[in-house]
């Protein structure tokens, strides 16, 4: 608390120790922001991290459409006689992946040309993209994740491949899943 019983400021005991307390925990958290705070991107990885983002945008919207596909098909057939069914849900769900995979075909050839016009990369590190399909069996839920994945420099394409996997694989045992990391040129 303040005394302004005097001309001057004076901070009584509480008031110090608070005060302290706080220009302690702010210095803390100004060092851990500072510490966990990467350096500057470089322009290639900015602009590579927006190509990413208009890529993930353009597909997420096409896994979407595509997630809402699925129950639409099985409406489509629930009132079809039942030796037409399996015929019905074929055709409309293989009209879905279809579609599906006509939508993300731009998707990622905006990205891959977006990449390219970013620079070369460094000549030891392949990068990655990768897409995973994940199904949750507890939760019925699928998870997709169309990402770039930057190699690590001075591993071999192998290794820098399986770091790529391994950041990527889902850590639910009990979750099935594709995952597909193809080399970027």
Avoid at 16 to 27: F, K, Q
Avoid at 81 to 103: D, G, I, P, W
Avoid at 116 to 144: I, K, Y
Wanted: include cysteine.
């Amino acid at each position: 608390m303040l005394d302004l019983t005097r001309d001057t400021f004076r901070w009584k005991a509480p008031m110090r120790t608070a005060l302290s307390r706080l220009v302690t925990i702010a210095l803390v958290t100004l060092a851990a922001a500072v510490l966990a705070c990467p350096a500057q991107a470089d322009p290639r990885t900015a602009c590579i991290t927006a190509c990413e983002a208009t890529a993930q945008t353009c597909m997420g919207a096409s896994h979407a459409k595509y997630d809402a596909c699925k129950p639409a098909a099985n409406k489509q057939c629930a009132n079809t006689v039942a030796a037409e069914k399996f015929k019905c849900l074929t055709t409309a769900l293989r009209a879905c992946n279809t579609n599906h995979s006509a939508e993300l075909e731009p998707c990622r050839t905006t990205f891959d040309t977006c990449y390219a016009a970013c620079g070369p990369h460094p000549a030891d590190t392949t990068n990655f993209w990768c897409a995973l399909n994940a199904d949750s069996v507890a939760t019925s839920v699928t998870t997709r994740k169309d990402v770039f994945c930057a190699g690590t420099p001075g591993l071999t394409p192998a290794d820098q491949l399986e770091s790529c996997v391994k950041r990527h694989t889902p850590t639910d045992p009990a979750m099935g899943f594709s995952l597909d990391c193809e080399p970027l040129g």
